[in-house]
């Protein structure tokens, strides 16, 4: 079984501020790797799809980039919406997915 | 746009089977094109996969779950429904139901709010 690892497992950051979002595939899922965001009491939503496609009406402030094992979450500029977990998922095995444990980014 | 609405009890007994469904609208649970799946979510923790079902009726199911889960369609009645037995308290969860398309993004796209579970006796 593929285990994801997320790094770190929170960040606190300010509006305007970059945040950089890690997930680690224990083998290769080539660019089989999707990220969600979860607000608190809300379902997840998704963001990024095979590794770098935004879904429909994600702001382009969201970039996902990597191959193989290790992959990237960026936003560029946190608006106050943002502050959010994150998962990752891989779906190497696919409709069998995974998710990473995930990562919160609060606000700082 | 398809909405997903999660229904059924919100406390099991140890040793029972909890039992949800999910009523889609918006869209049909036949289309070729969907897949619908189970998630679920221990209080303060992250995300756990079930089992997803095709509109064929073909099924697939986390190993770690797979012998205490069915997950079935309802077409009669629009809806697919989750069932896992031998419940502890392990499965307290908040579980939701989610859609999916055979073609990108392959991900679950859609979700209902998601419905507690509380397993205790």
């Known amino acids: 079984e593929i285990v994801l690892t997320q790094s770190p497992a929170a960040l606190s950051l300010s509006p305007g501020e970059r945040a950089t979002l890690f997930c680690r595939a224990s083998?290769?899922?080539?660019?089989?790797l999707t990220w969600y965001q979860q607000k608190p009491g809300q379902a997840p939503r998704l963001l990024i799809y095979d590794a770098s496609n935004r879904a429909t009406g994600i702001p382009a402030r969201f970039s996902g980039s990597g191959s193989g094992t290790d992959f990237t979450l960026t936003i560029s500029s946190l608006e106050p919406e943002d502050f959010a977990v994150y998962y990752c998922?891989?779906?190497?095995?696919?409709?069998?997915?995974?998710f990473g444990p995930g990562t919160k980014v609060d606000i700082k | 746009q398809l909405q997903l609405q999660e229904s059924g009890p919100g406390l099991v007994r140890p040793s029972e089977t909890l039992s949800l469904t999910c009523s889609v609208s918006g869209g049909s649970i036949t289309t070729t094109t969907y897949y619908w799946g189970w998630i679920r979510q221990p209080p303060g923790k992250g995300l756990e996969w079930i089992g997803t079902i095709f509109y064929t009726g073909t099924t697939y199911y986390n190993p770690s779950l797979k012998s205490r889960v069915t997950i079935s369609l309802d077409t009669s009645k629009n809806q697919f429904s989750l069932k896992l037995t031998s419940v502890t308290a392990a499965d307290t969860a908040v579980y939701y139901c989610?859609?999916?398309?055979?073609?990108?993004?392959?991900?679950?796209?859609?979700w209902g709010r998601g419905t507690l579970v509380t397993v205790s006796s």
């Open positions: 998922q891989q779906r190497t095995n696919w409709p069998r997915v995974t």
């Open positions: 989610a859609s999916g398309r055979e073609s990108p993004p392959y991900a679950f796209d859609y």
């Open positions: 083998q290769s899922v080539s660019t089989y």
